[in-house]
């Protein structure tokens, strides 16, 4: 790994943590009358025009806009953040529009856009198990349930995944059936997970 590659993920983690930090003390009562302003944006892809959405640090939201549960999603967001979301671009949503350009293009394997993760404990759990699976590769979910030490709660791993709130990022699309079919996709469907699959197939 070269220098520039550990002061990238230094760097990274420095901003990750600062801003669960922040969201920490925001949701044990710090500032609880202040709403987090977050800006959306458009991004188009290969695979399809997502939703970005962000806070000056940290990116929240990517989903394909067609998937169905936009209006869903992002009113689920809003009060799980105290959010007001107004359209607009800023540093983490041009960070991981350059990311998107590079995955689809099969020279980026892994994401260092800065995160921060809205959902139950179990969710996150299940999400940060999602992002360990390697570009290129499937797990089912057993084993993501197995991974986690809950190996009997593979439904309840197969409803978080389909919660994810940052598609492609967290690689939900690398999730399948035990038996080897690819099962669902909330992201856009099979088409769309297929289509993903394939980008990285060619790509590993």
């Known amino acids: 790994m070269s220098c520039t590659e550990d002061i990238d993920k230094i760097l ?3 901003s990750s943590f600062l801003t669960c930090i922040l969201y920490g003390l925001h949701y044990a009562g710090w500032s609880s009358n202040m709403k987090t302003v977050l800006q959306s944006h458009h991004i188009n892809t290969p695979c399809g025009t997502m939703l970005a959405i962000a806070s000056d640090v ?10 169905g549960h936009i209006e869903r999603n992002t009113a689920r967001l809003e009060k799980r953040a105290n959010a007001t979301i107004l359209a607009g671009t800023n540093a983490p949503i041009e960070h991981i529009k350059k990311e998107l350009a590079a995955y689809f293009s099969g020279q980026l394997t892994t994401f260092n856009t800065p995160l921060c993760l809205q959902g139950t404990a179990f969710q996150i759990q299940v999400w940060t198990a999602l992002k360990n699976i ?3 590769q499937t797990r089912s979910y057993k084993d993501i349930a197995t991974s986690i030490s809950s190996p009997k709660a593979f439904r309840a791993v197969a409803q978080a995944n389909a919660t994810n709130p940052l598609t492609v990022i967290i690689p939900c699309h690398r999730v399948i059936r035990t038996d080897g079919n690819l099962g669902g996709y909330s992201g856009g469907g099979i088409n769309r997970k297929t289509w993903l699959l394939d980008i990285e197939k060619n790509h590993a």
């Open 12 to 14: 990274y983690y420095a």
């Open 58 to 67: 940290a990116l929240y939201f990517l989903e394909f806009i067609d998937s």
């Open 134 to 136: 390697p570009f290129g």
